[in-house]
């Protein structure tokens, strides 16, 4: 007889919060997290204290912005970071993408010695950005997109050095839009702020399906390629296209710095679709925020910032509430997933993916 209570005594201490499946506002600062996505162009540490009071980990990705002097500051901004604290933060490399012999042995053997040296430091992935396919171009003009086969033996070097690519490959597809018709307001703001990225603007620049079909053939050209998107790898706008590339490419994950919002906007719309999503991909997502210290003082504001946006992420995607964001009209639920799925986004995946030494 007393097996007939046993699903009502679950039942209830479910409900009043026993063994929940789920966690709560209460629970952020208890759980280790990474966010796999910062860039911290600053020797101050104020980010990385506020990491420490939040129980983050950092990576730390350096960007080639078409300037030398940048990435080089970079690396140094970044290994002594990881010096100051070691096992918080870790760091990606990346190299300085000199047109000068593109295409010649000398010109991949450069790469690979630059690359040899950025990585020594103990980097955990090497950073491929949006200036291949949008901004370098070879001597007659035509812009170089990731899968030219000319890239071949940067890619194998990465490959034999048992580190994964993150590429930020692309833009949203908002970048192909009217700034009127983007969705989000970050998007808009930013593509008003840098023209030259606005590729409705430039409708002789490679498309957004060129850049997406680049990406894409780079994966097939190099199936043993383990590859984190950015961004949502540039498919933020719509979680069964993603989803169509993570079945097709097994070594595929992404990250979601920048692109939280998108994720938002269609949960606004359709919050199961994007759940089930979630779950059903809870290995291949990384948390991530793009968040960055840009050494321009006001360490309190910046600390506050970080922390304020890790809080909003972590309740959108820990629990059920009715939110709203700064980004578009309208509101929408938290996610609340499962435990399980929320460590998998928050630590697990950024420890598997980037072979995180974790103590």
């Not at 906007?265 to 994007?274: E, F, I, L, N, P």
Request: hydrophobic share 35%; with cysteine.
């Amino acid at each position: 007889m007393k097996t007939k209570f046993i699903p009502f005594i679950l039942a209830l201490m479910t409900f009043t919060g026993c063994h929940s499946r789920f966690f709560t506002d209460k629970d952020f600062q208890t759980i280790l997290k990474i966010d796999s996505h910062v860039h911290l162009n600053s020797q101050n540490g104020f980010f990385e204290e506020q990491a420490g009071k939040d129980n983050f980990l950092l990576i730390t990705l350096n960007v080639d912005h078409s300037d030398s002097l940048s990435v080089m500051k970079q690396l140094d901004n970044a290994l002594l970071s990881v010096k100051k604290f070691p096992g918080r933060v870790f760091y990606g490399a990346t190299f300085y993408f000199d047109t000068t012999g593109w295409g010649t042995n000398m010109w991949s053997q450069n790469v690979i010695k630059h690359l040899s040296s950025n990585i020594s430091g103990g980097a955990v992935t090497v950073k491929l950005w949006k200036n291949i396919g949008m901004t370098e171009r070879d001597r007659n003009g035509k812009f170089i997109m990731i899968d030219d086969e000319k890239m071949k033996p940067v890619i194998d070097y990465i490959i034999s050095r048992n580190l994964p690519v993150t590429g930020h490959l692309g833009e949203p597809r908002n970048c192909w839009q009217p700034l009127s018709a983007m969705t989000v307001r970050g998007d808009s703001s930013y593509f008003a702020e840098n023209p030259q990225y606005h590729m409705f603007l430039h409708p002789d620049f490679p498309s957004y399906e060129d850049q997406i079909n680049a990406r894409d053939h780079l994966l097939e050209l190099h199936p043993d390629l383990k590859f984190i998107g950015c961004h949502l790898g540039s498919l933020e706008w719509n979680v069964d296209e993603l989803a169509k590339r993570l079945d097709k490419f097994p070594n595929m994950a992404v990250d979601m710095a920048a692109r939280i919002c998108h994720l938002q906007y269609q949960s606004a719309r359709d919050r199961k679709k994007v759940r089930d999503f979630c779950i059903k991909y809870q290995d291949r997502l990384l948390y991530g925020t793009d968040l960055s210290d840009n050494d321009a003082g006001g360490g309190e504001a910046l600390m506050k910032w970080v922390h304020s946006t890790w809080i909003r992420d972590w309740k959108y995607f820990a629990t059920g509430d009715r939110m709203r964001s700064d980004q578009f009209r309208g509101t929408f639920e938290g996610l609340q997933l499962p435990k399980e799925v929320v460590r998998k986004i928050y630590s697990e995946n950024a420890v598997k993916w980037y072979s995180l030494n974790i103590k």
